[in-house]
């Protein structure tokens, strides 16, 4: 052990240390323990008070935090607050630890580590305290294995941490000095911690983000945190070293200790550093490497020609929970659609290794890997309606520790997949190139092929199998048991398969759709309201839109590193952190939860019943269009009105504003999910509905029946944008052409 290690030197040579006596000493002491229980409440005050901070001005309503996402938040502002702390009881700490080396007779290093376990100890219960101060004793707060997980890892970082300021002022000897450092510190972490991918928040110690999930008991990317503090740890390990050479009263004893301990352990911090870079480089390095060279003329090459279009799709997954697996085996067939072409660009599944990949029906071909990326070169030219059909097996699996997207996608007992993790999607060489040039009309908004489909999943007989489509059925095997989808109809080959022991609930609403809400086994319910709040959603849209055209419609509680919502058709996600927030005033599920619901079952409409062109302009057809919807049925169930509505998304719009300026495009050439869609696009239809009596919603259920995508292929928003403002009185039409066609408010 180190610290025996440092007992063999010449400890006893150094110099005798004055030591206070009596009740001077007595009273230093006392005065010590009486500023570190004020730092102390400080500290957990200030954790507090950011924690319980109000998000009225974020969402127009306030919303407590679900405790798993409060947990999150404390872990990554309390590592600099504890730092900051600890650098400002530097000096005292040093003292302490002199004085109790002296009075014991022991080795100065060792109190010195026993000092930074004790404020450890201490700013880990106080961070305790505060996130319970706050979220309470929730029904859905981790298991108290995983809370005790977490603590110990938190207080092996604050350890890390006060050896760290304890360093920092016995290198100064003065504090102002200290302070200088940590500063400097602070800004080398700032500046080349986000550039190196080693920290993600402020503090000695830090490590990945610590991520909680309802469908795992230990922290997700854990393995990842622990080589870091691998690293720490060799890193502490020759600060140690150094505040064992300033121990020694003579100069040459110094060096000496130096070179025979502290230069080792500086070598071993710099290899498991540089081991660490590379660990992580082999993961994230690659993709966008590749965009140059003889990938750009490639693409530049075949930017006019034609791409390859899915008609059909056999997917087969065989999920192994003990080994976090996801064998995969897909059968794709594709069309040239309109003119022959000889090569075709293919975009990989993004993250699964493939074992092995063939394409039969167009004659002999090449295969050009390009990062992500593959061009299929056929001999012959491949006529239009030829099918070409695409045999491919792989594995999903984490690479390593820091193989972070698998590993929030694949877990022992759940995993989530989309179909951009296991299909090979045709791209337009256009919409490859980083201009996206000949990335227009021809290309729906997600750039997605309306296809028919069958998905089938091989899991253990507790699993459920969710995702899009028919259910056609489930037959048991000899390890397990085989889900089948059927998708009959053709539909754009978006989709989730989500596989775990869900708790389902379920609502029906007047339509008689089936409203299904799967949700983590692992957690508690409070009362499953959720199925029922999804039918009111329903049936409020279906009051004044076309009817919902699917059998059933899906929600999932997924992981929240996957994101906080996303629709699909006949399927919406919502993360565990959202779907786990309260409300500060009754407790029950969060004002948010149904604003994000709303906003995402609208995507029924708004994305998979009109789907518009990938031109300037769909993200107002997108989210704008679900935002207001939101809005509406946040209105009817006297949540927030209209009115503080345009007030709030004005405000937020203005705000953006002032950071844009003179970079502000319209909302006709919106296309992407900014400020503009989430913020002024609302506050546009929110301000015409009003100016035009309320009857919006119905003027918009009229143009989602013009434009459906049942008839359509892809919808111009500009058409459409056209279409909105004739069905507008006339009155209210030159301000509906300000706040489509030009920037600034106009009203």
């Known amino acids: 052990m180190l610290l025996d290690r440092l007992d063999t030197f010449e400890f006893t040579a150094q110099a005798p240390v004055k030591v206070d006596a009596g009740a001077g000493a007595r009273r230093r002491s006392g005065l010590y323990g009486a500023m570190a229980v004020i730092g102390l409440t400080a500290y957990a005050s200030l954790a507090a008070w950011i924690l319980s901070t109000n998000t009225t001005r974020v969402y127009g309503f306030a919303v407590n935090h679900d405790p798993r996402t409060a947990i999150e938040i404390a872990l990554q502002i309390c590592p600099m607050t504890a730092a900051t702390l600890l650098v400002l009881f530097s000096s005292e700490n040093h003292r302490l630890a002199r004085h109790w080396s002296v009075k014991a007779g022991a080795n100065p290093v060792r109190v010195h580590v026993v000092v930074s376990f004790l404020w450890a100890g201490a700013i880990t219960v106080a961070t305790s305290i505060a996130i319970a101060a706050v979220c309470g004793l929730h029904a859905s707060m981790p298991a108290p294995l995983t809370l005790l997980w977490v603590a110990a ?247 390593n520790a820091f193989d972070l997207p698998v590993q929030s996608k694949v877990f022992d007992n759940a995993f989530f997949l989309t179909d951009a993790d296991v299909l090979w999607t045709a791209r337009r060489a256009g919409c490859i190139m980083l201009s996206q040039r000949g990335c227009g009309p021809e290309e729906n908004y997600l750039m997605s092929d309306r296809a028919t489909g069958t998905i089938t999943v091989a899991a253990p007989d507790a699993f459920r199998v969710v995702t899009v489509g028919e259910d056609a059925g489930r037959k048991r095997t000899g390890a397990g048991v085989e889900s089948t989808f059927s998708i009959s109809d053709p539909r754009l080959a978006t989709f989730l398969i989500a596989c775990a022991p869900f708790r389902e609930t379920e609502a029906a609403a007047r339509s008689g759709a089936r409203i299904r809400v799967f949700r983590s086994s692992l957690t508690t319910a409070y009362d499953d309201s959720e199925a029922k709040l999804g039918k009111a959603i329903l049936d409020f849209y279906q009051d004044s839109w076309p009817e919902y055209p699917r059998v059933d419609l899906n929600a999932v509680e997924t992981p929240a590193p996957n994101g906080e919502a996303f629709s699909y058709d ?40 009109v789907v518009p062109s990938r031109v300037p302009g769909r993200t107002f057809l997108t989210e704008s269009m679900a935002q207001f919807a939101a809005y509406k049925f946040l209105s009817s169930r006297g949540i927030l009105s209209e009115e503080d509505a345009i007030r709030h998304e004005n405000r937020r719009y203005q705000s953006a504003r002032s950071r844009l300026r003179g970079a502000e495009i319209p909302l006709s050439q919106s296309q992407t999910g900014d400020e503009l869609a989430y913020n002024k696009g609302p506050f546009a239809l929110l301000s015409l509905d009003k100016l035009s009596g309320g009857l919006m919603m119905t003027r918009l259920g ?46």
């Open 153 to 399: 890892e938190f207080f092996f970082d604050v350890t890390l941490i006060g050896i760290f300021t304890i360093v920092l002022y016995r290198l100064t000897g003065r504090l102002w000095l200290a302070i200088v450092l940590f500063v400097g510190y602070i800004a080398l972490v700032v500046a080349a911690g986000e550039r190196w991918g080693i920290t993600s928040y402020i503090g000695f110690g830090s490590t990945v983000p610590v991520m909680l999930t309802t469908y795992s008991a230990a922290p997700l990317y854990d393995g990842a945190g622990w080589l870091l503090r691998g690293y720490w740890s060799t890193v502490t390990l020759f600060l140690l070293s150094i505040l064992y050479a300033l121990d020694s009263a003579r100069r040459s004893l110094r060096w000496r200790r130096l070179v025979t301990l502290g230069a080792p352990l500086l070598a071993i911090s710099v290899l498991t550093g540089w081991m660490t870079f590379r660990l992580q480089r082999s993961v994230n390095a690659g993709d966008e490497s590749q965009i140059t060279g003889q990938r750009n003329a490639a693409l530049q090459a075949d930017a006019s020609t034609v791409r390859l279009h899915l008609t059909h799709y056999d997917l087969r997954l065989n999920y192994s929970p003990g080994k976090q697996t996801v064998g995969v085996q897909g059968t794709l067939t594709f069309t040239s659609a309109g003119a022959p072409l000889r090569t075709a660009w293919l975009a990989r599944p993004a993250l699964m290794k493939d074992d092995d990949v063939q394409f039969t029906g167009a004659g002999p071909y090449s295969l050009l890997p390009f990062g992500k990326y593959t061009r299929v070169t056929f001999r012959d030219r491949v006529t239009p309606s030829t099918p070409i059909v695409v045999r491919y097996t792989g594995t999903i699996r984490s690479a």
């Open 570 to 609: 006949g399927l919406l996600t919502i993360s565990d952190k959202i779907i786990n927030s309260r409300s500060p005033i009754s407790g029950d599920a969060s004002n948010l939860l149904e604003f994000v619901m709303a906003h995402e079952i609208a995507h029924q409409w708004w994305g998979y019943r």
């Open 702 to 747: 009229t143009l989602i029946q013009a434009y459906s995508g049942d008839t359509r292929t892809s919808t111009i928003p500009d058409r459409f944008l056209v279409s909105l403002i004739n069905a507008l009185p006339e009155g209210s039409r030159p301000a509906a052409r300000h706040l489509v066609y030009q920037t600034g408010p106009g009203i």
